[in-house]
């Protein structure tokens, strides 16, 4: 039985447990009329039974999956040859993956030893006696759950506080996940840093002004000795970013401000869904957009107007960056200053104020919490854009803040490092890894500064 058989057979399980734990319910209260008897409402108890159904062999399930190919492999290699079980690791690696093509049906290289197809027939005997032996065991625990938990349904039984405890369980078994694979990425990315800083001194890197990180693949080889000063790079973005927001911002919020407080039901009806299908539109569109109408029409107006403009320019990128950006701004601050309470705005009315008086001293400071979380959303996704650059502003990273000359952005440069016949170790590579913690510093920063605006507005406003 494949895994998503069984998958599927254990969540039909479930819901069979939850049927029959909520009938139990009905029954052992003496009837649909009885039911203010229980304890608990009845779809508690089907959902306490249909937990101690899943749950349990849904944990099995995953461990087993985690762990049986490599007790699998063991126990196959365990029983090879000696000869081969004593090859060194890298040789021996190769020997396993040449069992598992025989079992998977792929055609290896040279002619397979009798051994070795004798293992893969062993492979696929222990795959096939492991998968029966987690349908067997995972749907015997769940049957065993499940019954378990039916026999003692009672009125008496506190199914609801069970329930919920359960609940409150798995919501911080989630969090935590989270927690810790943001701790997991930023420790990966750290420690790649550190073998960089270990090659590049890290003032060099923070405070270098030329970025051309070409550097010999071999000793023999005549190469350039690189250099990594990521002032231009983080300049680039930054360019980049302004512009983007210059102009996302203010047509975000503005038409955010005419949805929500001027425009009839109809037009609102109409407008906001058409706004956002703005975010829809792939980022390879924008690009192409960006690098056969905007750059052109900025470079022929340049040239109209006297000024040099390369044919690929962060103004060009940023322009386009920011239209892609504006529902991010729009949607969510719409969302924030309907938000608002109305008597707010009725109390402003009675004083005196004007609609425009209102809004603007009203209505957008107790809503600029909100509006200040979706600019840094927009700006996290300008931050963080790859393909508009690349085919609006270009791969150089100069050191300008003229928005008519080419640029590059971090994320561009750490696309580029690591593509190519480079060595994962070298600099150049990992020079990757360093401009994303120092990209990751760069917004959390952000995020900070951001909290402290909200929590110094909503202090105001509760």
């Not at 009885?34 to 039974?49: E, F, M, N, Q, V």
């Not at 997991?184 to 420690?191: A, C, K, N, T």
């Not at 919490?369 to 300008?382: D, E, H, T």
Request: aromatic residues 8%; positive net charge; charged residues 15%.
């Amino acid at each position: 039985m494949s895994p998503a058989t069984l998958l599927i057979i254990l969540l039909a399980l479930s819901s069979f447990a939850y049927y029959a734990g909520r009938r139990r319910a009905v029954a052992v209260a003496g009837g649909a009329a009885k039911i203010k008897h229980l304890h608990s409402r009845p779809t508690y108890y089907g959902a306490l039974t249909a937990v101690w159904c899943g749950i349990p062999a849904m944990i099995l399930f995953g461990f087993w999956l985690a762990f049986e190919s490599s007790i699998v492999t063991q126990l196959v290699v365990a029983d090879l040859p000696e000869e081969i079980r004593t090859l060194p690791a890298a040789r021996l690696n190769l020997v396993v993956n040449d069992i598992r093509n025989l079992v998977s049906g792929n055609i290896v290289s040279g002619k397979m030893d009798p051994a070795m197809q004798a293992a893969a027939d062993h492979y696929r005997s222990l795959m096939a006696t492991s998968k029966a032996a987690l349908a067997v065991i995972a749907f015997a625990l769940g049957m065993l759950g499940m019954l378990i938990v039916r026999a003692k349904i009672k009125p008496v039984l506190r199914a609801r506080n069970i329930v919920e405890q359960v609940v409150k369980y798995i919501l911080i078994a989630c969090s935590t996940i989270a927690i810790f694979t943001t701790i997991g990425i930023v420790l990966s990315v750290l420690y790649e840093a550190i073998l960089f800083f270990k090659a590049i001194p890290i003032t060099e890197f923070l405070f270098g002004l030329k970025w051309s990180p070409q550097t010999a693949i071999r000793a023999d080889q005549v190469g350039s000795s690189g250099a990594f000063g990521a002032v231009p790079v983080f300049l680039g973005t930054a360019l980049i970013s302004a512009i983007a927001m210059v102009v996302a911002v203010p047509i975000g919020l503005m038409s955010a401000i005419y949805l929500s407080e001027y425009a009839n039901k109809t037009f609102r009806t109409v407008a906001k869904p058409l706004i956002e299908i703005l975010a829809g539109i792939p980022t390879v569109v924008y690009g192409f957009f960006a690098a056969l109408t905007v750059a052109p029409f900025i470079r022929d107006t340049g040239s109209i107007l006297g000024l040099s403009v390369s044919s690929e320019s962060a103004l060009a990128a940023g322009l386009v960056m920011g239209i892609m950006i504006i529902p991010f701004v729009s949607s969510l601050s719409d969302d924030f200053i309907n938000a608002v309470p109305q008597a707010l705005r009725d109390g402003a009315y009675s004083l005196g104020a004007t609609r425009s008086e209102t809004i603007k001293q009203v209505v957008l400071p107790a809503a600029l919490p909100g509006i200040v979380g979706g600019v840094l959303l927009a700006v996290s996704r300008a931050i963080g854009e790859t393909m508009i650059v690349v085919m609006a502003a270009g791969l150089a990273a100069n050191l300008t803040v003229n928005p008519l000359k080419a640029v590059t952005t971090v994320t561009v440069q750490i696309v580029t490092l690591l593509v190519g016949d480079q060595e994962f170790d070298s600099a150049k590579t990992l020079a990757a890894f360093a401009l994303g913690l120092l990209l990751f510093v760069v917004t959390l920063i952000l995020n900070v500064i951001a909290l402290h605006v909200v929590r110094k507005y909503r202090e105001q406003y509760e």
